[in-house]
């Protein structure tokens, strides 16, 4: 079985939030809501501050901490290292939001509308894209990210790593020692965040310049 | 250079109250099985206690139902003890509520006499002070468990939990006992001497767990935030004015009801307090280290 697992460059990434827009086109995610995001950062001082965009998504641990605290056992994890989240499970107790060293464990209690001088009615694509999300996840659940594993299934790349136009996000097998992901996450030293909490993310990152 | 860090707002007033009326339920409880084998003089302190539990503890629990995002599937809270304080803690005080609802039955006609028979009113106050103490110290484990967040993530907070916990659960005797007859004056002002002596300690137990925080950055955040921060008037005023100078210094002027009323709240504002204050960890990519967008 393959753990899936994403790659991100941050040497290539420059800050134009497609991985956010093409991941809400794909999973017509309500507002407030963000599987896949990009953060600015910074560190040092001037004159040698560096400025960096940072690309995220859901880790998707191997050693999950939002599973753990899970009560309902509506969070769980597949044969291939996918965290799920059962929609019909979950009670909304939100101690996943709290043990998740990402934030990555998001909810809305409503649907709020993307264009607000539509006299209150939705129009015909955001009325779809609400059933869908009802339909897909709902309200009041903490909801995540598993990496368009419909998507996946088709044959296809997760959302926001086909919208990248900067080629800084790879998907693919890490367990796979052959795989692009597993040679470029040892030939260029990739790093996971955080890893103090110790739940071995399957997400790597390539070092800025 | 650290990131603007941001307190979580996921868990507000509503888990406080929770978390508050669960220690608060617990510690009269306590309070009121260790009256019952005091003698005579007693009886009116060890049924006020054993009655104040479930309903307090139940109380509390609707407030956590109310909480919830998905309220048709809270009977699934207790799915994963292995692994999960939620679910463990659901066990705890379910058992508590169950325990201390067959105490109360104890005391009602024709159980009564079945029970003083049979001694099994010592076996189930033995076995709801330990489920008592579990409801108390688990509200902090349960923080705890949230490892990003250093603020929780601490033994202080059981300890300070259960001392606060006990500390409302007397106040709250004190305060209905109060309303009742004469008779109990002399153990409610022994309940208040207890009461001093365990404010004290509640003290030097916040102090000690504020001192803790100076490890991590986002525990340093926490700390600001609670002490000088947005949360700060809520600290000074709710907790340390309320919650123990004014109870400790009415209880030391003999007027414990109104000692009462002052501490209970403060055991409110500290929950809130404490939720408040919670800070997740900074995400470190590398030598970047970025606040958390969103909670």
Not at chain 2, 252 to 279: E, K, N, T, Y
């Amino acid at each position: 079985m393959p753990r899936y697992g994403f790659v991100i460059d941050l040497k290539r990434c420059y800050g134009c939030y497609s991985c956010q827009v093409a991941c809400k086109a794909a999973n017509h995610t309500p507002q407030g809501i963000d599987w896949a995001r990009c953060v600015p950062a910074e560190t040092g001082e001037f004159p040698q501050a560096l400025r960096q965009m940072v690309p995220l998504v859901c880790q998707q641990c191997s050693d999950p901490a939002c599973m753990k605290v899970c009560p309902t056992g509506a969070t769980t994890q597949d044969e291939n290292g996918i965290v799920h989240v059962d929609k019909n499970l979950c009670m909304g107790c939100k101690y996943c939001i709290m043990a998740c060293p990402y934030s990555m464990r998001q909810t809305v209690d409503e649907w709020k509308t993307y264009f607000p001088d539509a006299d209150g009615e939705l129009d015909a694509y955001e009325s779809y894209i609400k059933a869908q999300w009802e339909e897909k996840n709902g309200y009041g659940i903490a909801t995540k990210c598993d990496y368009c594993m419909d998507r996946v299934k088709e044959g296809r790349d997760p959302a926001c790593v086909e919208a990248c136009p900067a080629k800084a996000r790879y998907f693919g097998d890490i367990e796979d020692p052959e795989s692009e992901v597993s040679i470029l996450i040892r030939r260029e030293r990739g790093f996971q965040l955080n890893p103090e909490f110790g739940t071995d993310p399957s997400c790597y990152y390539l070092p800025p310049r | 250079m650290l990131p603007n860090l941001k307190a979580q707002s996921k868990w507000g007033w509503l888990i406080a109250a929770y978390l508050f009326l669960a220690g608060l339920g617990g510690g009269a409880y306590v309070t009121g099985a260790i009256a019952g084998w005091l003698g005579e003089e007693w009886l009116g302190i060890y049924k006020i206690g054993i009655c104040l539990g479930f309903p307090c503890v139940l109380v509390g629990c609707m407030f956590l139902l109310a909480d919830l995002g998905s309220v048709k599937n809270f009977w699934r809270a207790a799915m994963r003890p292995n692994t999960s304080w939620i679910a463990r803690g659901t066990i705890i005080i379910t058992v508590f509520m169950i325990v201390d609802f067959i105490h109360i039955v104890f005391g009602v006609w024709p159980a009564k006499s079945l029970a003083e028979a049979a001694g099994a009113r010592n076996f189930i106050s033995v076995l709801g002070i330990i489920f008592a103490f579990g409801t108390m110290i688990y509200t902090g484990i349960l923080l705890g468990a949230a490892r990003p967040i250093a603020f929780w993530s601490t033994a202080m907070v059981p300890l300070l939990f259960l001392v606060s916990a006990m500390s409302t659960g007397i106040m709250a005797i004190i305060l209905i006992g109060s309303m009742g007859s004469e008779a109990l004056a002399g153990p409610l002002h022994t309940l208040a001497q207890i009461d001093i002596a365990i404010i004290v300690l509640e003290m030097f137990v916040l102090l000690f767990y504020l001192q803790g925080t100076h490890r991590v950055p986002e525990s340093r955040a926490s700390a600001q935030l609670v002490l000088i921060g947005s949360v700060a008037p809520l600290f000074w005023l709710g907790v340390a004015v309320l919650g123990l100078i004014a109870p400790l210094v009415l209880d030391l002027l003999d007027v414990s009801a109104l000692a009462a009323i002052c501490g209970i709240i403060g055991g409110l504002c500290l929950r809130q307090v404490v939720l408040a204050g919670g800070i997740h960890a900074p995400l470190k990519a590398g030598r970047f280290e970025i606040a958390l967008p969103i909670v």
